[in-house]
């Protein structure tokens, strides 16, 4: 499955010791806040891929942090520009287009392998070939009413829908059939969050997190007892927080159903079922766990096809903590090894 546009999805963010504040950001999205005599927190704002993004940094030097965090989104906006299916010209925009793409640069490469082999773990419930059915519902005025007609198009667009279509080889990325395309949305974030934390590791960064819009990753040090508090939204009071889940060292994603619709009764949203063509309506909410944001990205969106004996197995196989809420939002369900410091959730 895929997400539109890469859009927030949006946990609510706390540092162990505290809530995470900044105070008022100064000119170009920056914040520093003296935490201790040797000690500051360093942030910075900007915006890539259409969603907001923050890189939070705690070092005793200001200066090298802010250095780091520059070099990051440096990194991360590289990224981005390649992995952009919004933009004809850049990777991803003509393989759509051209069906083919020689020499296809490193991030692109590794994020269609990653796609490739999570698409073949989860049975395809997470295919990046699910785009030529996201961008007909783009197409179409909304609130979208399914008539027949519309139905028959979409059966016609989900016939295209096959992560077995996508060729890989260390030279070229190419589409099997005509008509094909695909989409990153559902990777591409947690990819790019992944190369904010190389670049901020690179520099010796031992203290921080990356946010975009949902897909987070932290690194805590060596020392056990530094972590970061992750607070996840109710998905039917986006405002509140529901739960609160401890991060170290590991990154997390969150996928809901709660930030774009297609048709009134909020039933076709912006997360799409690739066996079915229509959105999955088991669950409001599901947040994945796991080594990497590129990881926890694509599984927490493969998720929301799977039934909860399913998901429950094939996270297990994959060494991933998870937490989900189901259609209505009135029953959450967790790993029982998942880190949660609080909020009333049964463990499956």
Same mark, same amino acid.
């Given at each position: 499955?895929?997400?539109?546009?890469?859009?927030?999805?949006?946990?609510?963010?706390?540092?162990?010791?505290?809530?995470?504040?900044?105070?008022?950001?100064?000119?170009?999205?920056?914040?520093?806040?003296?935490?201790d005599?040797?000690l500051?927190?360093?942030?910075?704002?900007?915006?890539?891929?259409?969603?907001?993004?923050?890189?939070?940094?705690y070092?005793?030097?200001?200066d090298?942090?802010?250095?780091?965090?520059?070099?990051?989104?440096?990194?991360?906006?590289?990224?981005?520009?390649?992995?952009?299916?919004?933009?004809?010209?850049?990777?991803?925009?003509?393989?759509?287009?051209?069906?083919?793409l020689?020499?296809?640069?490193?991030?692109?490469?590794?994020?269609v392998?990653?796609?490739?082999?999570?698409?073949?773990h989860?049975?395809?419930?997470?295919?990046?070939?699910?785009?030529?059915?996201?961008?007909?519902?783009?197409?179409?005025?909304?609130?979208?009413?399914?008539?027949?007609?519309?139905? #028959?198009? =979409?059966a016609?667009?989900?016939? %295209? $829908? *096959?992560?077995?279509?996508?060729?890989l !080889?260390? @030279?070229?990325?190419?589409?099997?059939?005509?008509?094909?395309?695909?989409?990153?949305?559902?990777?591409?974030k947690?990819?790019?969050?992944?190369q904010?934390?190389?670049?901020? #590791?690179? =520099?010796?960064?031992?203290?921080? %997190? $990356? *946010?975009?819009?949902?897909?987070?990753? !932290?690194? @805590?040090?060596?020392?056990?007892?530094?972590?970061?508090?992750?607070?996840?939204?109710?998905?039917?009071?986006?405002?509140?927080?529901?739960?609160?889940?401890?991060l170290?060292?590991?990154?997390?994603?969150?996928?809901?159903?709660?930030?774009?619709?297609?048709?009134?009764?909020?039933?076709?949203?912006?997360?799409?079922?690739?066996?079915?063509?229509?959105?999955?309506?088991?669950?409001s909410?599901?947040?994945?766990?796991a080594d990497?944001a590129?990881?926890?990205?694509?599984m927490?969106?493969a998720?929301?096809?799977?039934?909860l004996?399913?998901?429950?197995?094939?996270?297990?196989?994959?060494?991933?903590?998870?937490?989900?809420?189901?259609?209505?939002?009135?029953?959450r369900?967790?790993?029982?090894?998942?880190?949660?410091?609080?909020?009333?959730?049964?463990?499956?």
């Open positions: 499955m895929a997400e539109v546009g890469l859009l927030g999805r949006r946990p609510f963010l706390k540092l162990a010791a505290g809530v995470l504040t900044t105070g008022a950001l100064t000119a170009g999205g920056w914040a520093i806040v003296n935490r005599r040797n500051f927190q360093v942030r910075r704002e900007g915006k890539l891929m259409e969603t907001s993004v923050s890189v939070n940094v070092a005793d030097d200001p090298a942090a802010r250095q780091g965090i520059d070099a990051a989104f440096a990194r991360m906006a590289s990224a981005a520009a390649i992995l952009n299916r919004f933009d004809p010209n850049s990777a991803v925009g003509r393989l759509n287009r051209f069906g083919q020689l020499d296809p640069p490193a991030a692109l490469h590794a994020v392998d990653r796609s490739l082999s999570i698409a073949a989860t049975e395809g419930d997470f295919d990046i070939t699910v785009a030529p059915v996201l961008d007909y519902y783009l197409s179409l005025s909304r609130p979208v009413a399914l008539s027949p007609e519309i139905r #028959r198009k =979409v016609q667009r989900e016939s %295209l $829908v *096959d992560y077995r279509d996508v060729e !080889a260390p @030279a070229r990325v190419g589409l099997r059939r005509s008509g094909t395309s695909i989409t990153l949305d559902g990777i591409a947690g990819y790019v969050v992944d904010g934390i190389a670049a901020l #590791r690179a =520099v010796g960064i031992e203290y921080a %997190l $990356v *946010d975009a819009g949902g897909d987070l990753r !932290a690194i @805590a040090g060596a020392d056990p007892r530094q972590f970061w508090n992750v607070g996840i939204v109710d998905p039917l009071h986006i405002d509140r927080v529901a739960c609160v889940v401890r170290r060292n590991a990154a997390l994603s969150t996928s809901g159903n709660y930030e774009i619709f297609f048709t009134a009764d909020r039933r076709l949203f912006h997360i799409i079922n690739p066996h079915t063509g229509y959105s999955p309506d088991g669950y909410s599901v947040t994945v766990m990497e590129m990881e926890s990205d694509a927490s969106v998720a929301f096809s799977m039934d004996l399913r998901l429950k197995q094939t996270m297990a196989a994959r060494r991933q903590e998870w937490l989900v809420f189901s259609w209505d939002g009135t029953a369900w967790r790993s029982q090894n998942l880190p949660l410091i609080s909020g009333d959730v049964a463990v499956a």
